[in-house]
T-cell receptor, first 111, second 115 residues
Framework: GDSVTQMEGPVTLSEEAFLTINCTYTATGYPSLFWYVQYPGEGLQLLLK?????DKGSNKGFEATYRKETTSFHLEKGSVQVSDSAVYFCALSSNDYKLSFGAGTTVTVRA | SAVISQKPSRDICQRGTSLTIQCQVDSQVTMMFWYRQQPGQSLTLIAT?????????ESGFVIDKFPISRPNLTFSTLTVSNMSPEDSSIYLC????????????FGEGSRLTVL
């Protein structure tokens, strides 16, 4: 079945550091890939998405590229801020449109 | 986009009791989903709720434990029955962003603590 493997956290960074969260997936067919973010005390919200190979999703300075050859969708941001402290979830949906989530990565950015 | 409101936002419950969580969407939607997020864990789909039909439960979840209602296209409820401490979780309501996408909108969640 479909599955998502995500880099384990927690991750602690200083402001302006570079952030990478690795995400790989296993799926049948051609899944869509997502990154969701959960800020402290808030619900999940979509951060970015990519629906086909080589697509790059981007939002709020974050980027992720759909790599079919490596079945990956790594999240990156070049210069993090304290406000980026959150839990990040990689997810995929296949033909039935059900979402499968990774375990989540807690990121803490210190001033 | 869809705005999803859940009630209660949090509650503390006694073992053996049941609690119903309400989910209201600001627009008519075909499918609503209920997820569970156990402490420190990822999200697990409990069931899919379609208006006018029985909910479809995922493996490991049963109707007797998590009865769901879907009386109209904007509202759903999830009941957590005969609760035990293992049911302490955040329960999230969600709906799809479109007919042909897996992208979801989520409510803020209902955090239940069972003593």
């Amino acid at each position: 079945g479909d599955s998502v493997t995500q880099m384990e956290g927690p991750v602690t960074l200083s402001e302006e550091a570079f952030l990478t969260i690795n995400c790989t997936y296993t799926a049948t067919g051609y899944p869509s890939l997502f990154w969701y973010v959960q800020y402290p005390g808030e619900g999940l919200q979509l951060l970015l998405k990519a629906t086909k190979a080589d697509d790059k999703g981007s939002n709020k300075g974050f980027e992720a590229t759909y790599r079919k050859e490596t079945t990956s969708f790594h999240l990156e941001k070049g210069s993090v801020q304290v406000s980026d402290s959150a839990v990040y979830f990689c997810a995929l949906s296949s033909n039935d449109y059900k979402l499968s989530f990774g375990a989540g990565t807690t990121v803490t950015v210190r001033a | 986009s869809a705005v999803i409101s859940q009630k209660p936002s949090r509650d503390i419950c006694q073992r053996g009791t049941s609690l119903t969580i309400q989910c209201q969407v600001d627009s008519q939607v075909t499918m609503m989903f209920w997820y569970r997020q156990q402490p420190g864990q990822s999200l697990t789909l409990i069931a899919t709720a379609n208006q006018g039909s029985e909910a479809t439960y995922e493996s490991g979840f049963v109707i007797d434990k998590f009865p769901i209602s879907r009386p109209n296209l904007t509202f759903s409820t999830l009941t957590v029955s005969n609760m035990s401490p293992e049911d302490s979780s955040i329960y999230l309501c969600s709906t799809r962003a479109g007919l042909d996408t897996g992208e979801l909108f989520f409510g803020e969640g209902s955090r239940l603590t069972v003593l």
